[in-house]
């Protein structure tokens, strides 16, 4: 197998990206990985022993997170983003992975890798941590912020499929956000995703609410890239607040810090079950190949857990079968 | 002043509700309570001695937390929330507050109370806590959820108007809930809402991302009821989940109960802090008068606090700036 990785991208590139590479190198022997990146930032990174199936890539360009993404993927046609997704799409790579400037990554994916026949936006699939530590595929997070009807019923059989093959849920429970949790709930948008997606030969189980996102109650959260991307921000931005703020009461006095280092090992428990780090990247679904987004404050342990996610992807045939799926569906 | 009250809505209705209007009427004599409810469901609650300004209003009808809000509405003409909302139309009473079903007080809002000239569709506008202890302002939360973007133009005016003269704050700081913090980020939608907010006599401070709303960096939130609906719930049960397993990890063992009981203070001053009871109830904005939801789980201190709220609706003329500020925008 052959996996292409974008070293420049992440808070903590290139550093945790090659360390995270080494290590899925050491651990897959049998995968090839195209490491991009400037070759000087690189370089001083990598041990004075070379693996062999860690094949430095030189590029020239980076893009940096706060560009526009659309702009910076026409201009940096050397970036390492816009060169991995190009390795997708002429076959050179099986799957690429990057924790780079997400927007960018989306248009290359869009514009470089391209679309499946019969997908007019792909969505990013992130998997919310959940309380049971399943964990929770949600779609779309973003990649389309004016989807239409037909565009959820496309991420509802999408998300299932990637759910079933690459997440290891055996029958993937579908849910639709929504502002309530009868049928009848919602806009006249959410009743048409409804209809569609109860047509469609998966696990659907109805309406969502986004009280519920934590307890993991469905498998596959299906949603218009506007909600998904309020609800990801909404739960990491509470949860983040929340946390902040105990540690501020847990370290105000001496008595306070020993009491809180008494509850440590629950408290590091409870983070271990929702770290976003062990249910590795995001897919973008409806791609033409396997592009992978991985969080932007990845360390080396994300990095390793991305590519174990994007080899279940390639060796699953994900793209193959999301297209047999969709000719199935537009023939039905 | 006379502000009409349902008894009967709530989790903890009557008794809850009983008790609360009671301290009101102590701390406001001037004010005279008009209690809607079921007359063997209130008596009991009620003490010895009455009080002259807490006049039990009997209804015979009672709409339950699970019944379809517009078919209840229109068929309990008796029920407390139909009753309250049709006192206010009728300037019997100059408020009406209920913590029940948040659906019918909305539907009798809109078609027993009835809106404003110019307003198509009111916002129910709670206030989120934040971690300053100032509270936001976020409208609309479900009232509409298919809003266009006139709507949240005249949203942003009512919880500008609102905000300075119930809540206290000086300037109120407007922003508009977006999937990014730059102008051109979003939907059509969002954009033109923008564009409609910017040419408003408030301060407009622009979009503000989902992952701030803890942390109190806007005081007056607009969003499309849909969109607010998911945020709302997400945040209450993000940190609702969050709470839960944290005292699953302090009640473990004698010593993790020991350590917690140290941190007890801390936990609970932030508890306090992030606690909707302070906040008093969320106002129906754009209806011909003030018509306010309790939080479902309303105590009697929350009742109290949402009399608090009303009385400042009432007094500081709402209703009628809201009015002018609508003719002012018309004409110009």
């Known amino acids: 197998m052959r996996i292409a990785f974008d070293a420049m991208g992440g808070d903590h590139a290139p550093q945790a990206m090659v360390e995270g590479i080494l290590q899925a190198a050491r651990e897959w022997p049998d995968t090839r990985f195209y490491l991009l990146g400037l070759q000087e930032e ?65 248009a290359a994916g869009l514009l470089v890798t391209g679309r499946l026949p019969g997908i ?36 509802a059989l999408m998300g299932s499929l990637y759910a079933e093959s690459v997440l290891g849920f055996a029958r993937p429970r579908v849910g639709l956000l929504n502002i309530g949790a009868e049928e009848a709930k919602g ?55 929340i946390f902040d703020r105990l540690k501020q009461e847990f370290t105000r006095t001496a008595f306070t810090k020993l009491a809180a280092a008494i509850l440590k090992p629950g408290l590091k428990r409870f983070a271990t079950d929702m770290d976003y780090k062990e249910h590795g990247g995001a897919p973008l679904l409806g791609l033409q190949g396997p592009v992978v987004k991985a969080h932007g404050s990845s360390d080396s342990r994300a990095v390793f857990n991305a590519v174990r996610q994007a080899r279940l992807y390639v060796k699953q045939q994900v793209t193959t079968r999301i297209t047999e799926e969709l000719n199935r569906l537009e023939r039905g």
């Open 120 to 155: 007019e936006r792909p969505a990013l699939a992130p998997v919310f941590p959940t309380l049971n530590q399943q964990g929770m595929l949600v779609l779309d997070v973003g990649a389309n912020p004016e989807a239409r009807p037909e565009h959820l019923e496309q991420y």
């Open 187 to 241: 806009t006249a948008f959410t009743k048409e995703a409804y209809s569609r997606i109860s047509a469609l030969p998966i696990h659907f189980i109805g309406n969502v609410e986004a009280r519920d996102v934590l307890s993991g109650n469905c498998d596959v959260l299906v949603c218009d890239g506007f909600s998904g991307n309020i609800l990801l921000k909404n739960t990491e931005g509470v949860a983040k607040a």
């Open 42 to 106: 690189v370089q001083p990174h990598l041990p004075q022993e070379s693996l062999s199936n860690v094949i430095v890539t030189p590029v020239t360009e980076r893009i940096e997170t706060d560009e526009e993404p659309v702009k910076a993927v026409r201009r940096k046609k050397d970036s390492s983003i816009v060169r991995g997704c190009r390795m997708v799409k002429e076959g050179e790579a099986e799957a690429f992975i990057s924790a780079g400037n997400t927007g960018a990554l989306m």
